[in-house]
């Protein structure tokens, strides 16, 4: 789960957001992450100065992404651990949630670890909008 990126792009696959920009330090090549499909997602409002650089910057979008995204995150996190982290793996491809496209599938035998930090994640979440 990555808020506010620097180094998002903005035709990444798994990007989430309103942003149409690329971050500060955008990356040359996202071909690497773009082979976890669906298990990685970059969220990224419009505006903020960190990961949509252009001519509208919005100091305040960065602050907002627990307020804006923490229940989606939340549900998606869930959804995942309940999938051993494999959610939208069909027969070895991964099928991209939006758009249905399909990329081949790398072994990933930290699947589970992930799962258990996405957890955390989202127990860190919860314990924020409770206070």
Same mark, same amino acid.
């Given at each position: 789960?990555?808020? *506010?990126?620097?180094?998002?792009? #903005?035709?990444?696959?798994?990007?989430?957001?309103? #942003?149409?920009? #690329? *971050?500060?330090?955008?990356? +040359?090549?996202?071909?690497?992450?773009?082979?976890?499909?669906?298990?990685?997602?970059?969220?990224?409002?419009?505006?903020?100065?960190?990961?949509?650089?252009?001519?509208?910057?919005?100091?305040?979008?960065?602050?907002?992404?627990?307020?804006?995204?923490?229940?989606?995150?939340?549900?998606?996190?869930?959804?995942?651990?309940?999938?051993? *982290?494999? +959610? *939208?793996?069909?027969?070895?491809?991964?099928?991209?949630?939006? #758009?249905?496209?399909?990329? +081949?599938?790398?072994?990933?035998?930290?699947?589970?670890?992930?799962?258990?930090?996405?957890?955390?994640?989202?127990?860190?979440?919860?314990?924020?909008?409770?206070?």
């Amino acid at each position: 789960m990555l808020f *506010g990126d620097t180094t998002h792009r #903005s035709e990444s696959s798994y990007n989430y957001g309103d #942003s149409t920009g #690329s *971050g500060v330090f955008w990356r +040359a090549d996202s071909e690497s992450c773009e082979s976890y499909g669906n298990r990685i997602r970059s969220y990224c409002t419009a505006g903020d100065p960190f990961c949509d650089v252009g001519p509208n910057l919005n100091g305040t979008a960065h602050l907002t992404y627990v307020t804006d995204y923490g229940e989606e995150v939340a549900e998606y996190v869930v959804r995942q651990y309940e999938n051993g *982290g494999e +959610a *939208g793996i069909e027969n070895g491809t991964v099928v991209n949630e939006e #758009s249905g496209d399909s990329v +081949a599938a790398q072994e990933n035998v930290g699947s589970r670890m992930w799962s258990v930090s996405g957890l955390l994640v989202v127990a860190s979440l919860l314990a924020g909008s409770m206070l």
